[in-house]
């Protein structure tokens, strides 16, 4: 469970202030907070669907679909949810590479990214994406959220350049994972997914409406890797 909570910078949402924390710590508060599943928001969406929503398209209409003007506009997206957020917190940042051959972890280990053993279970949860268990690679730190600090993986991820990618606050349990164009968010407390409802609500399903975060929960999903 999350360890508590307090009035945030005005650049974030509410959250707690904690002590430093090393990966194998942050690995065990998402173990406990996600019930030993592994950071893959097309998955979670399932297990967490209380806690879940998703921005399927962070591109504005005027964007190409693969141009520059689309790659900063998910990049400053994603930096606006993640700091909106995590700002003043100490994250983990998990990467799982199912297929090392097509996708790179230079931005992540730029970052202080090391490989990690997987816990016990993601392995067999992430198998029918798995075409050999010996390829997938798995990486994370730890870092204290500044805006801007994943700029670059933002990139890479608009890029599909990189594996799946998960950002975890253990203070919140909050947990932002990113993909090409979309991400999946999961945020614990009414309050503070109306509150990120309202900052964002003109990137998400139905524009310009003030339908709250926690309603806005797609039908008919079928899970996949995209």
């Avoid at 870092?143 to 799946?164: F, I, K, P, T, Y």
Wanted: glycine share 10%.
């Amino acid at each position: 469970m999350p360890y508590g909570v307090c009035d945030g910078s005005d650049h974030s949402l509410t959250s707690t202030q904690i002590g430093p924390m090393d990966v194998h710590e942050a690995l065990d508060a998402w173990q406990s907070q996600y019930s030993g599943q592994p950071p893959v928001g097309f998955m979670l969406r399932f297990t967490h669907a209380a806690v879940w929503t998703r921005i399927h398209d962070l591109r504005d209409a005027s964007d190409s679909a693969n141009g520059s003007s689309h790659e900063a506009t998910v990049v400053s997206r994603f930096d606006a949810v993640a700091s909106a957020l995590f700002t003043g917190t100490t994250v983990l940042v998990l990467g799982i590479h199912l297929d090392p051959r097509r996708e790179e972890t230079a931005e992540l280990r730029a970052m202080g990214a090391t490989t990690i053993t997987p816990p016990d279970g993601w392995l067999d949860a992430l198998g029918d994406y798995l075409t050999d268990t010996n390829r997938a690679e798995f990486v994370a730190t730890t870092l204290s959220w500044q805006r801007g600090c994943m700029d670059r993986v933002w990139l890479a991820v608009a890029r599909e350049q990189v594996g799946r990618i998960a950002v975890f606050c253990p203070a919140t349990g909050d947990a932002f994972c990113p993909y090409g164009g979309g991400a999946d968010i999961f945020v614990w407390g009414s309050e503070r997914r109306s509150k990120l409802g309202e900052r964002i609500r003109t990137w998400l399903p139905g524009k310009g409406t003030t339908t709250s975060l926690s309603s806005r929960m797609p039908n008919g999903m079928v899970a996949k890797r995209s």
